[in-house]
């Protein structure tokens, strides 16, 4: 019966681990360059002890728990602004970030903008990083073409080339804020690998709305159904409890 309590108790863990994963992803389903959450199930053998005919039987049995969290680096769609400072990567590699405090940081939003010196940031988590280290553009002029490279307008003089990331699609990445990253992989791109930058616009968040509403209805129906099993166990050790108490006497 207390197996049975705790497979109850440890199947509502991870619905409300899960629960706790759709509702940051629809909460950031217009976030730039988000990544969704997936929850990562692991499971453990136990072994399972019977009793038949006053002869000893066992067997193993598969318990489940939430082993951590992943981030769903799927490729998403685009919305295309027109805007100088949207860029976006069709591809699996990813601009890099660097931090006030040093680190460099991966990340799929594309949504820059100029500093008060003139360098290429994104928004307050820091500078865009070129081949030679920061982007400095001084103006709000010039062009991306598909291979990264930043040129000044209207001479198309060369300032520097974005510098990328390459990271495999099914790589474990550590999320740093909802659009940021940080992977200690290699950097090189594989043969055969390519990628686009599409200057005037930026990748969205690559949350399916449809697809989560439906994985917190189920979520939510099996944690339920869990809550009523344990309630009934509940109740179970109690009238086990009353009847032993009554047979001391």
């Not at 930043?150 to 659009?179: E, G």
């Not at 686009?196 to 209805?217: L, P, R, W």
């Amino acid at each position: 019966m207390m197996r049975g309590f705790y497979n109850a108790a440890q199947a509502m863990l991870v619905k409300q681990r899960e629960l706790d994963a759709i509702s940051n992803n629809v909460a950031n389903i217009n976030t730039a360059g988000y990544r969704k959450d997936e929850i990562v199930v692991n499971s453990f053998q136990e072994e399972l002890i019977l009793v038949q005919g006053r002869h000893r039987v066992s067997g193993t049995f598969m318990q489940t728990y939430v082993d951590g969290t992943k981030a769903n680096l799927e490729q998403s769609n685009f919305d295309f602004t027109e805007s100088k400072f949207d860029v976006g990567i069709f591809g699996n590699v990813y601009f890099n970030i660097r931090t006030a405090g040093g680190d460099v940081l991966q990340t799929r939003n594309g949504q820059f903008e100029l500093d008060n010196e003139g360098y290429l940031t994104l928004n307050k988590a820091g500078r865009v990083q070129g081949q030679n280290g920061d982007i400095y553009l001084g103006q709000d002029d010039f062009d991306i073409d598909p291979d990264g490279v930043i040129r000044q307008l209207p001479d198309m003089t060369p300032i520097d080339t974005l510098l990328l990331t390459y990271i495999p699609p099914t790589a474990d990445v550590a999320k740093i804020n909802d659009t940021l990253f940080r992977y200690d992989g290699g950097e090189v791109l594989p043969e055969g690998e390519t990628f686009d930058v599409i200057h005037g616009a930026f990748e969205k968040s690559n949350v399916d709305a449809n697809k989560e509403m439906t994985q917190a209805m189920e979520a939510q129906r099996l944690f339920e159904a869990n809550s009523k099993i344990l309630i009934h166990f509940d109740t179970m050790n109690a009238k086990s409890a009353s009847i032993a108490s009554l047979a001391r006497y």
